[in-house]
C-alpha cells in the first residue's frame, strides 16, 4: 500500500523556524514528484511546494517563497520542508501528498493520488 | 496565476440526491482539472483526474465533466460517506491552484 505520513509539526513563536519530514513506502520513492499543500483553519486547500523525483526541480507559491526551503532524500524515502521566518498566516495544516502520472495513448494527466493525514503547524507567541 | 472559482460553497442534501458542483478556471486549462474530497481529520483523496476520469478504486455514482474553462463534478445516489468538502484543482500549469471548495451537508 502508497504511503505517506508526515511529522515534525508543532508550536512555534513568529519569526522562528520549523522542519517538516514526510516518510513515504509503498511505492518507489525517487520515481514521484511531491508536494507539500496546507490548509489554514477554516480555510481550504493551498498549495505550498513541489520538488520533482531527483531533487533537481523545485516550485514555491509566492506566499513562502524565500522563506520555505523543499528538499528530499531519496535514500530515506524522505520529503521535507525547511520554513523559516514563520508568521501567524503560516499557521496549518500541512499535507504531504505524491503525484501520479496518469497516462493515455495521446496525453498524460497529473493528480496528487497519495497524501498523509497532516501535521499541525501552529505560529503564535 | 490561474484562478479557480467553486460554486456553491456550500451545499445540503439528502441520501440518494444527486448532486452538482461547478469549477471555473480564469483561462483555459483544456482537461488539466483534478477533484478531490476531503473530511475533517483524513488525507484528502483523489476522485478524478483530467476532467473526468475516475481514480481507481472511485465508485461510479461519481462523475466528472467539462474542458476549458467549466467543468462539473456530479454526485449521484448521494451516501452518507460523501458528506465531505470537495476541491477543484488545476495541474494546467504552476501555481497549482485550487477552487476554494464545496461543502456538501447533510
Known amino acids: 500500500e502508497e504511503q505517506v505520513v508526515e511529522s515534525g509539526g508543532g508550536l512555534v513563536q513568529p519569526g522562528g523556524s520549523l522542519r517538516l519530514s514526510c516518510t513515504a513506502s509503498?511505492?518507489?520513492?525517487?520515481?514521484?514528484?511531491l508536494s507539500w499543500v496546507r490548509q489554514a483553519p477554516g480555510k481550504g486547500l493551498e498549495w505550498v511546494s513541489s520538488?520533482?523525483?531527483?531533487?533537481?526541480?523545485?516550485f514555491y507559491a509566492d506566499s513562502v517563497k524565500g522563506r520555505f526551503t523543499i528538499s528530499r532524500d531519496n535514500s530515506r524515502n524522505t520529503l521535507y520542508l525547511q520554513m523559516n521566518s514563520l508568521s501567524a498566516e503560516d499557521t496549518a495544516i500541512y499535507f504531504c501528498?505524491?503525484?501520479?502520472?496518469?497516462?493515455?495513448?495521446?496525453?498524460?494527466?497529473?493528480?496528487?493520488?497519495?497524501w498523509g493525514q497532516g501535521t499541525t503547524v501552529t505560529v503564535s507567541s | 496565476d490561474i484562478q479557480m472559482t467553486q460554486s456553491p460553497s456550500s451545499l445540503s442534501a439528502s441520501v440518494g440526491d444527486r448532486v452538482t458542483i461547478t469549477c471555473r478556471a480564469s483561462q483555459s486549462i483544456r482537461n488539466y482539472l483534478n477533484w478531490y474530497q476531503h473530511k475533517p481529520g483524513k488525507a484528502p483523496n483523489l476522485l478524478i483526474y483530467?476532467?473526468?476520469t475516475l481514480q481507481s478504486g472511485v465508485p461510479s455514482r461519481f462523475s466528472g465533466s467539462g474542458s476549458g474553462t467549466d467543468f462539473t463534478l456530479a454526485i449521484s445516489n448521494l451516501q452518507p460517506e460523501d458528506f465531505a468538502t470537495y476541491y477543484c484543482?488545476?495541474?494546467?500549469?504552476?501555481?497549482?491552484?485550487f477552487g476554494q471548495g464545496t461543502k456538501v451537508e447533510i
Open positions: 520538488i520533482n523525483g531527483n531533487g533537481a526541480n523545485r
Open positions: 483530467a476532467a473526468s
Open positions: 501528498a505524491k503525484w501520479g502520472q496518469f497516462c493515455s495513448s495521446s496525453s498524460c494527466y497529473y493528480g496528487m493520488d497519495v
Open positions: 509503498g511505492f518507489t520513492f525517487s520515481t514521484f514528484a
Open positions: 484543482q488545476q495541474s494546467y500549469s504552476l501555481p497549482w491552484t
